[in-house]
């Protein structure tokens, strides 16, 4: 079975650009996760989909940030304008388990690299 | 609201020692804990986990976490270390009821480096 898969792996872009990222849960898995890790700091939650609809986007750090997941499979979290504190890891989990099961284990991917110049 | 501590963000032990990791939460109800290793170039891999049963939980690789609800902690530890443990661990919590969701709030990490 695969594993939960993100792309790209490593981005490097100039502040004002846009920047999209993609994330592709493991198959069957409704929930859907995206955290960030800031250099040096913590990895924090963004947002929780399940299926296509955004249960939780308490995370979510401004309106630069636009996380779409179109007929509940994969995810991309576009960033537009990006800005120099964007950096850092974007991760991606799914699960399987329904809401608020305490039998819910988040898989996550490897992550992808941002680096804004 | 919860939040997660790690005491060291490196940690140095000799191949064979005990690997001791810990982790200190806050939280206004019964929190659900975690710990994660991440290796190199890979994705977060979960240790093990406490979910109100047993305090004592076991995980994969050897290692195992208690947890403690007087002192709010669930360190991880490892009687022997091995190479193959060098990598990043994550401690977080969930709090999993209505206002907080699922989601997980992490520790900011502990690096274990294993010297041969």
């Known amino acids: 079975e695969a594993g939960v898969t993100q792309f790209p792996s490593h981005s490097v872009i100039e502040k004002g650009q846009t920047v999209t990222l993609r994330c592709d849960p493991i198959?069957?898995?409704?929930?859907l996760y995206w955290y960030r890790r800031v250099m040096g700091k913590e990895i924090k939650f963004l947002l929780h989909f399940v299926k296509e609809s955004k249960q939780d986007e308490s995370g979510m750090p401004n309106n630069r940030f636009l996380a779409e997941r179109t007929g509940g499979t994969y995810s991309t979290l576009k960033v537009q304008p990006a800005e120099l504190e964007d950096s850092g890891v974007y991760f991606c989990?799914?699960?399987?388990?329904?809401?608020?099961?305490?039998?819910?284990?988040?898989?996550f991917g490897p992550g992808t690299r941002l680096l804004v110049l | 609201a919860q939040s997660v501590t790690q005491l060291g963000s490196h940690v140095s032990v000799s191949e064979g020692a005990l690997v001791l990791l810990r982790c200190n939460y806050s939280?206004?109800?019964?929190?659900?804990l975690f710990w994660y290793v991440q290796y190199p170039n890979q994705g977060l891999q979960l240790l093990l986990k406490?979910?109100?049963?047993?305090?004592l939980v076991k995980g994969i690789n050897g290692f195992e976490a208690e947890f403690k609800k007087s002192e709010t902690s669930f360190h991880l530890t490892k009687p022997s270390a091995h190479m193959s443990d060098a990598a990043e661990y994550f401690c977080a919590v969930s709090l999993l009821h209505k206002a907080a969701g699922n989601k997980l709030t992490f520790g900011g990490g502990t690096r274990v480096l294993v010297k041969p």
């Open positions: 939280s206004s109800v019964p929190p659900y």
């Open positions: 989990a799914s699960s399987q388990e329904g809401f608020l099961s305490i039998q819910e284990t988040q898989y």
């Open positions: 406490y979910t109100s049963a047993a305090t």
């Open positions: 198959s069957g898995h409704d929930n």
